[in-house]
């Protein structure tokens, strides 16, 4: 079956801009979490979201938001990019949010 | 605040060695899992591990948890180029309540070479 599709693959973003990033879960998977990996501070959870509902929130501002669509595809927004943002954004889909997660390729966010 | 931690988080060894990751955490928690990640490649799942005493083994990894400890452990044996990656460990802090999140370790650099 299909795995975990992000999009886009790649983005460069200007600082000051938002931007919007897109994950498909596994087909019946009603869990999406996103994670942020830079080197510095490696894996970071961002949140999770299973039927609509945002249940936790990593410790991220406010720029950073989600949400979950009624098909369990998810989209997180980032607004007033910052240099820092720069990243690698990685969405996991699982069936429950407590069962195995599967990650996406990713997305690959550069801001200049 | 639930801390993991990985160490080495570099190891470089010969093919044919044997070598173990260690993994501790925190808080109490029965679920944890062993990731993989290729140069800009995503997470791949290794390990699920889910109680005390559970012991996964796929080909020359075999990774185990100890709850008590709050330990888990990669064992690579007899290694070969191909496991050259960085693996993170995870742990689930989860409750009952619903998903906190993972919490990854920092990652160990895994160098394989002839």
């Known amino acids: 079956k299909a795995g975990v599709t992000q999009t886009p693959r790649y983005l460069i973003k200007t600082r000051g801009q938002q931007v919007t990033l897109s994950c498909s879960p596994i087909?019946?998977?009603?869990?999406v979490s996103w994670y942020q990996q830079t080197p510095g501070q490696g894996l970071q959870f961002l949140f999770e979201?299973?039927?609509?509902?945002?249940?936790n929130k990593g410790n991220f501002p406010g720029r950073f938001s989600g949400r979950q669509f009624s098909n369990s595809r998810s989209e997180m927004n980032v607004s007033t990019l910052e240099l820092g943002d720069s990243a690698l954004y990685l969405c996991?889909?699982?069936?429950?949010?407590?069962?195995?997660?599967?990650f996406g390729q990713g997305t690959r966010l550069t801001v200049v | 605040e639930l801390k993991v931690e990985q160490n080495p988080l570099f190891l470089s060894m010969q093919e044919g060695k044997n070598y173990t990751i260690y993994c501790n955490y925190s808080?109490?928690?029965?679920?944890l899992y062993w990731y993989r990640q290729d140069p800009g490649k995503s997470l791949e799942s290794l390990f699920v591990?889910?109680?005390?005493?559970a012991v996964k083994q796929e080909g020359r990894l075999m990774a185990s948890l100890d709850t008590k400890a709050r330990l888990s452990t990669l064992h690579i044996t007899a290694a070969v180029h191909d496991l050259s990656a960085t693996y993170f460990c995870?742990?689930?802090?989860?409750?009952?309540?619903?998903?906190?999140?993972?919490?990854f370790g920092k990652g160990t650099h895994l160098i394989i070479q002839p």
């Open positions: 996991a889909s699982s069936y429950r949010g407590y069962t195995e997660a599967f």
């Open positions: 087909s019946g998977h009603r869990s």
């Open positions: 979201y299973f039927s609509e509902t945002q249940r």
């Open positions: 808080t109490t928690s029965d679920r």
């Open positions: 591990l889910l109680s005390n005493g």
């Open positions: 995870a742990v689930d802090p989860y409750s009952g309540g619903g998903a906190d999140g993972l919490t």
